[in-house]
Structure formats: C-alpha cells, structure tokens
C-alpha cells in the first residue's frame, strides 16, 4: 500500500474519531475531578520542578495522592492554554493524544500480523479495522471523558509508543531509547511498568519463534536466554520506576479497600464482565455496584476461574502456529495489564470501567485477528458467492453501532446530573451514585428530590463521612440548622482524616456567624490539604468577617506563593492590608472595575449580611450591565422574599425563570413568594 492511500485512510479513521467525540468537548468534570482539578491550587501554575518532586501536588485529597507528575503537569498545561477552566482544552490535549494512539497502534498491529501472515496488505487492512474498533468503542469512551483518568490514557499512549519505537526505530531499539516513552508513561500511572513483561512476550513470539510450551522445554532455554537478554534493560528499567513510585508516593495514599483475598476472589469474575463488554457494551456504569464475593464457593468464582483457565488454554494452543501467535499474545497482554488492579491489591472500587482501557489493546488484537483469520480461512466461498458487500456492509453496520453506542455514552457524561442518573439505574445499589445524584440535583436548589436520593444512599451507606457531609448541607439549606450540625459532627468521626469533614463544617459555622469555630475548623482541613482552593478562599473569608488582619495575610500570602496569578487571593491580601470589611472590599472593587458579576457577587454579600435593600440595589446595577442576568433577577426576588414585599419579588423571579427555565432556585423562591401572597 502507498503511503499516499495509508495516510488517507488514517485520515479516515481519524475523522470518523472526531465525528463519534464531537460532542464531549464540553463535558463537565466528573467524581475525582473535583480533587485531582477544579479545587487543586497547583494546577493553576505550571510549577514543573515541584510537581516532579512532590506527589502531594497531584490531589486534595491526602488518600488519593499519588506520584503522576506528568498527569499533574498536562492538566496545568490546559489550565494555561484554556486560561483557566476551560473544559474544552481539558478534553482537547486528550483526545488528541488518544487519536495519536490509534495511530501508533495500526503501525504496531501491522508489524504483529506482518510476522502471521505473507499477505502484507490483509495484516495492514486488518490493523487499521481493528485500530478503529477500539477508538470507536463505548467502554474505551469511559476514559476518553473523564478528565482525571487521563493516567490511563497516558500510561497506554506510551506503551504503545514504546513498542512502536521498538520495532520501527533501530536506533532507540540498540540504545534503548525506546524505554525513554515507558519513563514518562511511568510517571502517568505505574501502570507503564506492565510493558516489561509485555516487551518479553513479544519478543519471545516474534522475534524469537517460541511457543508458550517452548518455554519449558530444556533445548529451548537459549532461545529463553536470548529472549529474557533483550529484555533485561525493560525490566530494569520498570523495576527502577516501580521503586521511584513507591518512594515519591505521599505515606497518605490509601488503597481504599478492605480484603486483599475477598478481593482477589472477585477478580476472575471481574475479567469475565471485562471481556463480555468488548462484545456487549450495554453494561457500562461511571461507578458501579458490583461488591466483593463471600467466598470461593460462589458460582461466579467458578465461572471467572473457568474463563481465566479456558483463556489461558487457548493462549498456549495459538501460541503453537506463527500465525495465531497475534491471538495469544492479545490474550496475555490482557491479562498482564490487568494484574495492577485484579490482583491482591484491594482498591476500593471492586471494577471500574476506565480499567478496560488498557487491557482492551490486547483483547482487540486477539479477537480481531481471529475475526481476521476466519474470512482469511473461507475468502474462497464469500468470493465465489459474491459475499463481499455483505460483509463490507455488516463491519460499517457493526462500527457504525459501537460509534453509536460511545457518542450516547458522551451525552451520559455531559453533566453531573446526567451521568449520576445513570449511575442510579445501572447501578441501583451503589449508596454513592445515589449521593452524587442528589448532590446535582441540590446544586440545583432541587432539595425534595435530593434528599430522597440522600435517604436511599443512607440505607446503603450509613457511615459514610461524604454522604453525612451532604445531608448536612441540605439539613442547612433547608432551614434546620440543629440537625445539621448533627450530621457534620457524625461526618467528622466517621471521616477525621478527611478535609472535606472540617472544610463544610467550617463553612456551615461561618454562615452561622461563628467565625472562631469555623477558622478552627477550616485551619485542620487546611492541616490536611493545604491545596485546596476551596477551603483557603473559605477561610480568607472567614479571616476578614472577624477582621482577623494577621491570619488573612498570612493564607493570602501563601495561597499567592502557589499561585501568583490568584485573583481572589490578591484582594484578600489588599483587604488585610487595608484592614477592610468583605462589603467595603467588594464595594471599593466595584468601583473601581464595575462588572455585572462583581455587583452580583456584593449583592451576594448585603444579602448574607440582612442589607436586603442594597442587595436589590446592586443587582440592578448588575442589570443595567448585563439584562439577561437570570442570577440577578433571582436575588432581587429571594431579597424582597425577605422584606416580605411579595408583589415585587414575583415579578423579579418569573423574569428569572424565564432567561433560565431549569432554574430550580428561583422557582422555589417563586414558590414561598406566591404562598406568602395567598395566605
């Protein structure tokens, strides 16, 4: 094939990519996105010495922080091109790279089939067929749209191109070079290192024309020799990542799970699911409910150990005959790669999608080559009866069905909303989906439906710190402060090491005027995560209320050493500097640079302070700025609610309503102003 026609048809494969993602560029952050990006202060600055030196940068959240300085430094990278939380440029640099991967892996299925069969252009059809199934694939769609599994992503990428430069690259292959892209995959996700063993298999198939039962047998053990020589600067070199990784991950990571043998006896099961979804992908869930087995006497540890075996059966009967050696080797990487997360390291989630992200390079290259040798096998009989459109017409059917399937997946992970409603009807007895779901729907100010959904997860998760946390700021939301604070003192018991127990405490105490709890409070989340931008912003607001000059300097000063650029962190450090009040900062700011947001956020303020007329005042100027302000209609309404001015509340929150139909505040302040008004 000319180069001409191959560059066309990658052209193709990566059009019809773009066409099945066009509509996950805007995507919202989802689940450990919230700590891994919106509320990590590192991210904001591209600090690359410090992300490479302290693993703590990577997340808020102490037990999820890891060493993965090149995922911590892309997302600062798109935090600056997008200037600031721009998702499209989160998504953009992903999909890019995951492009760029299939690329990489048609040349590396091409040199794979090249090695089983003479018809060079068959092997190269068939790399690019089977490139195009996994980039078109609903399960693969569950990485490419989650912002902080981009780990995944970027540990496969290198894999792949570190085979590609393996065999394509003389050079990097005597020098080695090629373990370079492994260093820097490595430092996405230790799961990198799986190339070494890949590396040796690889070799030992196709290079050295070795079976799997060749392994055992005594004439052979040069061969094995050679094999394991090549090797060796692999190995050394993941062993030596393995160690950098442990070393440079902070002590206060966590596994998350409970029972390394119950959860090693849920993994064949686990495999099998895995393997299903390459086929049927009409199981996918952002976060199941699959739990751990009780026992080995389970049915579903027989079947997975039946598969595992039956698979590893057929590894080392295709592993006889050069030309299904593509097979086996699919089959092993499949089960190599899988070994970091279904294994005796107990994590807390039993199975998770984006772990099929990896593993499915392998499984798509042993089941698409059997696919491939099968019409290889009966060419003569779809010749002789004119079977080529109907075959030609069944793959496009079948492409154009997964393609399907992964562009309905992005719609799923569009929102918060959408995505957790999805959680709770894949996945009905995960406590957390249910949580998360009516979390998106307080946010929305939809509190009857919220606390269903909290009450539901409650049944399933009783003590579990996030979900006191929330029902806690729905008891608040809703007027009842005393059972509140019942619910984020239970939070702190049941989570103390973690910031978000203190962080929304500290922030319910502060509403409730009780500055010196509330700084006590923020200041021991800030003892546990000191990157949080959330709990410092709560904290330099809570400084200034107490006019606590000293204390505001000092978290503004060091919020700005992390990030220079910190707006808010800067006017804090003004304010302590001027030693003025919130309103007389956001007043004096106003002035100066008048903005419709600005004006919102002081009516914000005279409205939590009981300055209900000056809150309606402001946001009229906010108004006269910008009409179509659905936020500003709100608060004038929600301010007259409260001098019980009923008659002009009403019109202010229709008004709202109708610029922002799906404004759930704003009817229920509608709601209260109408009631008031019939009584």
């Known amino acids: 094939m000319s180069k001409i026609k191959l560059s066309l048809l990658l052209a193709v494969m990566a059009v019809l990519c773009i066409i099945t993602y066009a509509n996950h560029f805007y995507n919202d952050f989802h689940f450990d996105d919230s700590h891994v990006v919106q509320n990590n202060l590192h991210i904001r600055s591209i600090n690359i010495p410090l992300f490479f030196t302290d693993g703590s940068t990577s997340s808020t959240l102490p037990q999820n922080q890891s060493y993965r300085p090149v995922v911590t430094t892309s997302l600062a990278f798109d935090y600056w091109l997008g200037g600031g939380y721009n998702l499209f440029y989160f998504h953009l640099s992903m999909f890019i790279l995951f492009v760029a991967q299939g690329v990489l892996m048609v040349f590396f299925f091409k040199q794979l089939f090249s090695s089983a069969t003479s018809n060079a252009k068959f092997g190269l059809y068939a790399a690019l067929i089977i490139s195009t199934w996994y980039l078109l694939h609903p399960a693969v769609a569950e990485t490419v749209n989650y912002v902080s599994a981009r780990s995944d992503l970027l540990s496969t990428f290198f894999i792949v191109l570190g085979f590609v430069l393996y065999i394509y690259s003389p050079f990097c292959r005597k020098t080695h070079l090629y373990n370079l892209a492994i260093i820097i995959g490595a430092l996405a996700k230790p799961l990198a290192i799986m190339f070494a063993p890949l590396l040796f298999f690889y070799v030992l198939f196709f290079e050295g024309d070795m079976s799997l039962p ?334 606590h000059w000293p204390g505001l300097k ?25 030693q003025k009040s919130t309103t007389d900062a956001l007043a004096d700011e106003v002035k100066k640079s008048p903005t419709a947001q600005k004006y919102i956020d002081l009516g914000l303020e005279y ?41 002009k509340a009403i019109p202010a929150l229709k008004m709202a309503i109708k610029l922002k139909p799906d404004f759930q505040l704003a009817k229920n302040n509608l709601a209260i102003a109408e009631s008031k008004l019939r009584k």
Not at 554 to 578: D, F, W
Not at 609 to 618: I, P
């Open 214 to 547: 060749d392994i055992f047998k005594k004439q052979n053990l040069s061969k094995l020799w050679l094999a394991i020589k090549k090797t060796i600067p692999a190995f050394i070199c993941c062993v030596t990542m393995y160690y950098l990784q442990d070393k440079l991950t902070p002590k206060t990571w966590e596994p998350g799970g409970t029972s390394p043998l119950q959860y090693l006896i849920t993994q064949p099961f686990v495999m099998t699911h895995y393997f299903v979804m390459l086929f049927v992908p009409n199981a996918l869930s952002a976060d199941t409910d699959w739990a751990l087995l009780p026992g080995m006497a389970d049915w579903r540890f027989i079947a997975g150990c039946l598969f595992i075996i039956t698979m590893l059966v057929i590894a080392f009967i295709t592993s006889r005959k050069a030309k299904l050696r593509p097979v086996s080797f699919g089959i092993l990487w499949f089960f190599i790669t899988l070994i970091p997360t279904s294994s005796i390291i107990p994590l807390a989630e039993v199975m998770n999608d984006h772990r099929m992200y990896l593993p499915f390079v392998g499984l798509c290259i042993s089941v698409g080559w059997t696919i491939a040798l099968l019409i290889d096998h009966y060419k003569d009989i779809i010749k002789t009866h004119g079977y080529e459109k109907v075959l030609t017409g069944l793959l496009v059917l079948i492409l154009s069905g997964y393609a399907y399937g992964t562009h309905k997946r992005n719609d799923v992970w569009s929102t918060e909303e959408s995505l957790w409603y999805d959680v709770t009807i894949q996945s009905p007895n995960n406590g957390r989906g249910l949580m998360n779901y009516g979390l998106s729907k307080m946010a929305k100010g939809d509190y009857v439906t919220a606390n269903t959904y909290f009450e539901r997860a409650l049944v399933l998760l009783p003590t579990y710190f996030a979900l006191n946390v929330n029902i806690g700021i729905l008891k608040a939301a809703t007027g009842k402060p005393a059972e509140a604070e019942e619910y984020f003192k239970k939070a702190m018991v049941l989570g103390p090491t973690f910031p978000d127990s203190y962080v929304f405490y500290g922030r319910f105490l502060k509403e409730q005027k009780k500055y010196t709890e509330a700084a006590k409070m923020l200041n021991k989340a800030m003892s546990l995560s000191g990157s949080n931008l959330y709990t410092r912003h709560l904290l330099m607001e809570t400084y200034q209320l107490m006019q």
């Open 554 to 578: 000092t978290v503004a000063e060091s919020t700005l050493q992390i990030n220079p650029t910190n707006a808010e962190a800067a006017r804090y450090l003004k304010a302590g500097e001027a």
């Open 607 to 647: 409205y939590n302070k009981g300055m209900y007329l000056q809150c309606v005042e402001a946001s009229k100027e906010a108004i006269k700025l910008q009409p179509n302000l659905p936020e500003a209609y709100n608060n004038i309404g929600a301010a007259y609610n409260l001098l019980a001015q009923y008659t």
